[in-house]
């Protein structure tokens, strides 16, 4: 079986410009999270989708980041306009359920790096 | 609010080492703890885990055991290879939360 997949693997962008990542849950997994890594410093929950609905956006940073997850299988993050304190690891995780007892699966990480 | 603090690195042993690599947490009520490693080029893995004070959780040789009365949950290995070279998270879940939040991971380095 597939683990979670994201896309790209790295991306360098200027400052200004747009960049949409991209995470593949594992099949099944109507639970889907997004949490990145600035700075090598702690890894830092940004949102929670239960299917395509968004359960807790609470992490987030500003209304440069949008996520969807239309039809409930992929999701995207985009980042509009990109600024130098986004660079970082982005990471996108999912499970089968809510809860303590869901293990959440983590993908290989987008490296960002806004330059 | 939940928090997770864990000592920096780098840290380098040598092959054979022993290794601890501490973590305390603040948290309400009854947390899951978590170690997840990330090994070069590779996504973050799930090492071990406790849900409960007095657990211990273990896997390839490590093991951790959940501490309520110290709020702690130290990462050990009696031996460690170079294979263990990685960057290692501790990590708390809140008992009805969705969301795991992490420590600034640890980077482990180990020369042959």
């Known amino acids: 079986e597939a683990g979670v997949t994201q896309f790209p693997s790295h991306s360098v962008i200027e400052k200004g410009q747009t960049v949409t990542l991209r995470c593949d849950p594992i099949?099944?997994?109507?639970?889907l999270y997004w949490y990145r890594r600035v700075m090598g410093k702690e890894i830092k929950f940004l949102l929670h989708f239960v299917k395509e609905s968004k359960q807790d956006e609470s992490g987030m940073p500003n209304n440069r980041f949008l996520a969807e997850r239309t039809g409930g299988t992929y999701s995207t993050l985009k980042v509009q306009p990109a600024e130098l304190e986004d660079s970082g690891v982005y990471f996108c995780?999912?499970?089968?359920?809510?809860?303590?007892?869901?293990?959440?699966?983590f993908g290989p990480g987008t490296r960002l790096t806004v330059t | 609010g939940n928090s997770v603090t864990q000592m920096e690195g780098p840290v380098t042993l040598s092959e054979e080492a022993f290794l601890t690599i501490n973590c305390t947490y603040t948290a309400t009520g009854y947390p899951s703890l978590f170690w997840y490693v990330q090994y070069p080029g590779e996504g973050l893995q799930l090492l071990l885990k406790a849900t409960k004070a007095d657990d211990k959780g273990s896997n390839k040789g490590f093991e951790a055991t959940y501490r309520k009365e110290t709020t702690s949950f130290h990462l050990e290995k009696g031996s460690v290879q170079v294979s263990d070279s990685a960057v290692y998270f501790c990590a708390l879940r809140g008992s009805s939360a969705s969301k795991i939040i992490f420590g600034s991971g640890t980077r482990l380095s180990i020369r042959p």
């Open positions: 099949s099944g997994h109507d639970n």
């Open positions: 995780a999912s499970s089968l359920g809510q809860g303590g007892i869901y293990e959440q699966y």
